[in-house]
C-alpha cells in the first residue's frame, strides 16, 4: 500500500534572499541555532508545506524546507524525494546546496534528481517510482534548500504534518497549512500540540517554533506517540478514479468492501472443487477454516503487487489461484473466497504490520496500514490468519500482526477490533537441561527449549536454516558459554500446538574456574540475562515495555563425585511492578543439586521517573543469574 511521506531539505549559518516573508536574520540567527544543535545532526531551519485542495480530486502539494547537516549522521535527514504515478505529477522539484558560510555551492535541477522505482526488488508489479537527490557532502555543516510542487490526482492520502520526524532532529520554524476551495470536508486531529506549545494559526494551519531535538533513549515509545502530529482526511476523496467516503470507519469500511473487495471473491470451480472435497464430512467451522488454509499455504508464495488502485485493491482470486502467488491483499482475498465455498465466514482485515506494536487509530478514520490479514468470527472474538507465509501457523500472530487496532471490512461497514494479545503467561520459554560436571571444569548436558506465544515467534524458522547457520544461532545464543561445541541438535516445530521444540547436545571446557582444590561455577549455565538498559543521569521520556514473557528454567547439574558443595546460597525471590523473579538451588541424592528459575516481564507502559527503578529490577536479575557455587575435594 502506498503511503504519502512528507519529504524534508536543509541549512546553515547563511544568508538567504528572498525567504518569502523571512527575513535574513531569521535565519542567520546563531544563538537560537546554538541551542538547537545540542541534540541534533541536522536542524530544520525553514519548513512550509501548503496542501490547496480545490475538489474531491485534486490536490496540489507545495513544499519548501531548509535543513542544515551538521555532521554525517545528520545526512538521513534529507529526505529530499517525491513519489509519482500516473495520478501523480512533479510540477517543479530543484535543490540547491549551500556552504557553512552560507555560499551557493551547487544547483540541482528536476532532471540532475535520481529516478528509480519506488518498491522493494521483491516486488512484481508497480507503477509507483520516486525521484529523489543522491548527494554526496564534501563538507560538514552543509545546508539544502528544497522546492517541490506535486499535483495529485489521487487524495486518499493527504500529507500529515509532523514536524519532528526522527531523533536527532531540531526544528528552527515549521508551518503547515492546507487551504481548501472544494466543497468537501476536512477533518483532523491534533497530538502532542501542547506539550511544544504548537500554535494554530487558522483553519488547517499550524506553526511550530524551536524544537529542540530528541535522542532516542531506551524503552522509549515510537516518536509519533510523543511529538506533535497534524492528520488530516477528506470526507469525499479519489483513490486513482475511484470516489470513497470516509466520516467514519464504518463507511470507509463500506467503501473499500464495495468498491476494492466487491467482484474480485469469484474463483474457478477446481478450487471450490478442491476445498469441498478436503472439507467433507467436518462439521466444526474452525476445522475446515485450518484445512483451506493450510491448501491456500500449500499452493501460493508471496509476491509484491503494488498496482490497482492505489495499491489497495487486491489481484483477481481467480487469478492467484492460477498464477499461485500474489501480496498480502491478493493472498487474504484469495483465502477468503476460499472459506466462502466451504461456508466459513471471515473478513478482508487492514492492519499496520511490524514487530513494533502500531495501531490504527480508532478515533480518526484515514487511508492507513501497510499489510491485511483476515480475521474469522469466533463467538465475540476473532481469529486472525497471515496469508503471505506458507509456514505461520493457524491462528497465530505474534510477532508482527498481534496486540493492535485493526480494520475489520465486513459487508455492513469497517469496524475497529484489536488482534490477539500474547500475556506473559503465554509467551512462554520452558528450559530443561541434564549437566555433568566434571572435576577439569568441563561439562556435557542436554538442553531441552519449549518456546510459545510471542517467544514462538523469535524461534520458529530456525528450522529452515542451514546447519552452519543453526550452529552459528546457538553459539551466539548460548554466547556466555566459551568454548562452546554443539555435538547434536534436534529441532520442531509444533504448528497445531505453536510449541517450538529444540534439543541439544552441548559440551564446554573450562566452565567452571581452578582454584587450588577447589571449583567454581554458575548453576544458570544456559540462561543469563547478560546486559542492563542504558543508565541516564536525567531520564527524559517515559518508556514502555511492548510485550511480556516467562521464562522457566529447570537444570539438574550432576557434580563431579570427588568433590562436595563448600559454599551455596538457597535462592532469592524479587517483585516488582516490571515483573518478578526467582531462583532456588536444591541439593539432591547423587551429589546432583537442582537449579530452578522463574523470569517474568510485564507489559506496560511507564512514567519515566520509574526508570531508575526499572533498571534496578534487571540489575538484580543479572547480578542473581551470576551466582556462583564453590566445591572443594572431599
Known amino acids: 500500500m502506498h503511503i504519502f511521506k512528507k519529504l524534508p531539505l536543509l541549512c546553515f549559518f547563511l544568508l538567504f534572499n528572498s525567504l518569502n516573508s523571512q527575513s535574513e536574520t531569521s535565519y542567520i540567527a546563531l544563538l537560537t541555532l546554538s541551542e538547537l544543535t545540542q541534540k541534533a545532526n541536522a536542524v530544520v531551519r525553514y519548513e512550509r508545506i501548503k496542501v ?14 531548509i535543513v542544515t547537516v551538521l555532521n554525517e549522521y545528520g545526512d538521513r535527514h534529507l529526505n529530499a524525494y517525491e513519489h509519482y504515478d500516473g495520478n501523480t505529477k512533479i510540477k517543479e522539484l530543484e535543490a540547491k546546496i549551500y556552504d ?13 534528481f535520481s529516478d528509480m522505482s519506488a518498491v ?90 524551536n524544537l529542540s531535538g530528541i535522542k532516542p533513549e531506551a524503552f522509549s515509545p515510537a516518536l509519533s506517540e510523543i511529538t506533535p502530529r497534524y492528520k488530516l482526511a477528506l470526507t469525499r476523496f479519489d483513490m486513482e478514479g475511484v470516489e470513497g467516503v470516509n466520516n467514519t470507519w464504518e463507511d470507509f469500511g463500506t467503501w473499500m468492501y464495495n468498491k476494492l473487495l466487491t467482484g474480485t471473491d469469484e474463483l474457478p470451480q477446481s478450487a471450490i472443487d478442491d476445498v469441498k472435497a478436503l472439507t467433507v464430512g467436518v ?24 498496482v490497482g488502485i492505489g495499491g489497495w485493491k487486491p489481484m483477481l482470486a481467480n487469478d492467484v489461484d492460477k498464477l499461485g502467488y500474489s501480496d498480502c491483499k491478493g493472498l487474504t482475498n484469495y483465502t477468503k473466497a476460499l472459506l466462502e465455498a466451504v461456508d466459513v465466514p471471515s473478513y478482508y482485515t487492514v ?40 509456514t505461520a501457523p493457524f491462528g497465530f500472530s505474534a510477532g508482527f500482526t498481534d496486540d493492535r487496532d485493526v480494520l475489520l471490512v465486513t459487508p455492513e461497514g469497517g469496524k475497529i477490533v484489536h488482534t490477539n494479545r500474547y500475556s506473559s503467561e503465554e509467551s512462554l520459554q520452558d528450559s530443561k537441561a541434564k549437566v555433568v560436571l566434571d572435576a577439569s571444569g568441563t561439562f556435557s548436558a542436554q538442553l531441552e527449549i519449549k518456546s510459545q506465544g510471542y517467544q514462538y515467534a523469535l524461534r520458529e524458522g530456525i528450522q529452515n536454516q542451514s546447519p552452519r547457520d543453526q550452529k552459528i544461532y546457538y553459539k551466539n545464543y548460548l554466547d556466555n558459554l566459551n568454548n562452546l561445541e554443539i555435538v547434536d541438535m534436534a529441532l520442531n516445530d509444533d504448528k497445531d500446538a505453536i510449541v517450538f521444540s529444540e534439543t541439544l547436545k552441548v559440551k564446554a571446557s573450562n566452565y567452571a574456574s581452578k582454584s587450588g582444590n577447589r571449583l567454581i561455577f554458575q548453576p544458570n549455565v544456559f540462561n543469563n540475562l547478560t546486559s542492563l538498559p542504558s543508565r541516564y543521569n536525567q531520564r527524559h521520556l517515559d518508556f514502555k515495555i511492548e510485550r511480556g514473557y516467562t521464562d522457566v528454567d529447570e537444570y539438574l547439574i550432576e557434580l563431579p563425585n570427588d568433590m562436595e558443595i563448600e559454599a551455596m546460597t538457597d535462592g532469592e525471590s524479587i517483585d516488582t511492578k516490571f515483573g518478578s523473579y526467582s ?7 547423587n551429589n546432583t543439586i537442582k537449579y530452578s528459575r522463574r523470569y517474568k516481564v510485564f507489559k506496560g507502559d511507564y512514567e519515566k521517573s520509574d526508570y531508575d527503578a526499572f533498571r534496578d529490577f534487571r540489575k538484580q536479575v543479572l547480578k542473581h543469574d551470576k551466582t556462583k557455587i564453590v566445591l572443594v575435594k572431599k
Open 283 to 306: 462439521d466444526d467451522k474452525m476445522e475446515r477454516a485450518k484445512i483451506v488454509y493450510k491448501y491456500m499455504q500449500d499452493k501460493t508464495r508471496y509476491i509484491s503487487v503494488q
Open 52 to 65: 490547496e485542495v480545490s475538489a474531491y480530486n485534486k490536490m496540489l502539494v507545495t513544499t519548501r524546507r
Open 351 to 390: 492492519v499496520w504490520g511490524d514487530e513494533d506494536l502500531k495501531d490504527l487509530d480508532s478515533e480518526f478514520s484515514v487511508t492507513e496500514g501497510n499489510h491485511v490479514i483476515l480475521g474469522i468470527p469466533e463467538n465475540d472474538e476473532y481469529v486472525f490468519l497471515e496469508c503471505t507465509s506458507q
Open 100 to 112: 557553512a558560510s552560507g555560499k551557493e555551492i551547487k544547483k540541482i535541477k528536476e532532471r540532475d
Open 120 to 209: 522493494s526488488g521483491g516486488t512484481l508489479y508497480s507503477d509507483n517510482r520516486v525521484k529523489f537527490l543522491n548527494y554526496t557532502p564534501l563538507k560538514y555543516p552543509y545546508t539544502l534548500e528544497y522546492n517541490s510542487e506535486v499535483e495529485f490526482r489521487s487524495t486518499a492520502f493527504v500529507p500529515q504534518w509532523m514536524p519532528i520526524d526522527d531523533y536527532h532532529l531540531s526544528v528552527e520554524d515549521s508551518e503547515y497549512q492546507l487551504i481548501n476551495t472544494s466543497d468537501v470536508e476536512i477533518k483532523t486531529k491534533a497530538q502532542n500540540f501542547e506539550a511544544y506549545k504548537v500554535e494554530t494559526l487558522g483553519d488547517f494551519h499550524v506553526k511550530a517554533t
Open 583 to 589: 531462583f532456588k538451588i536444591e541439593k539432591l541424592e
